[in-house]
Each structure stands twice: as structure tokens, then as C-alpha cells.
């Protein structure tokens, strides 16, 4: 069995920064692409970045240059960083790792973004 957990969402004023941190844990073998995606109110669940095992990434238009997706190999964590952030950005956001055939969600946090 594998488990994503997440952490670091919460609230955050305009402009500021946060970092999210997913970890994965159980039967792994090796982990293949690792993303992050995130669901506002009302909205159908968006890619944000991804990351493949070479470290090769891919950002959704509205976060270049703000979002920084990395991942640690050895300890099967995958890192969002978040700058300059706006209040569009507000979301529940949700780890995703591929593993062998499969594919494994996180049960997400919260990132609100608002004064």
C-alpha cells in the first residue's frame, strides 16, 4: 500500500510565500513523474506542476515563474514552492506520484490566499 501525505498549506496574504511538502511511504519501488494539482471552489481540478524522475518539470501558464516543483529521490518527497502568490491561486491542493502502473493521490491541504 502507498500513502501521500501532504503539509505546509494554510493562509497566506498576497504576495507572500509558502511551501508544500508531499511525502510518500509504503510498498515503493521506484517512483515515476510526481505532480501537484490543486481544485478551487467551483472549478475542476487543474495540473500545476510536474516533475519527472530526471528532474525534467512542467508548469501550468499562470504559475511560471512563481512555482518552483523539486523532489528529493532519496526520500521520496516532492516540494512545491510558492511565491508571489494571489488570491486566484486560493485551492486545495493534492499530491500525485506514479508508481509502476498506478496512480496515487494525497488527500490534499488547503492554500488560501487572502488579506
Known amino acids: 500500500q502507498v500513502q501521500l501525505v501532504e503539509s505546509g498549506g494554510g493562509l497566506v496574504q498576497p504576495g507572500g510565500s509558502l511551501r508544500l511538502s508531499c511525502a510518500a511511504s509504503g510498498n515503493i519501488g521506484s517512483i515515476g513523474t510526481m505532480g501537484w494539482y490543486r481544485q478551487a471552489p467551483g472549478k475542476q481540478r487543474e495540473l500545476v506542476a510536474e516533475?519527472?524522475?530526471?528532474?525534467?518539470?512542467n508548469y501550468e501558464g499562470s504559475v511560471k515563474g512563481r512555482f518552483t516543483i523539486s523532489r528529493d529521490n532519496a526520500k521520496n518527497r516532492v516540494y512545491l514552492q510558492m511565491n508571489s502568490l494571489k488570491p486566484e491561486d486560493t485551492a486545495v491542493y493534492s499530491c500525485?506520484?506514479?508508481?509502476?502502473?498506478?496512480?496515487?493521490w494525497g488527500q490534499g491541504t488547503q492554500v488560501t490566499v487572502s488579506s
Open positions: 516533475i519527472t524522475s530526471g528532474g525534467t518539470t
Open positions: 500525485n506520484a506514479r508508481i509502476i502502473f498506478s496512480l496515487y
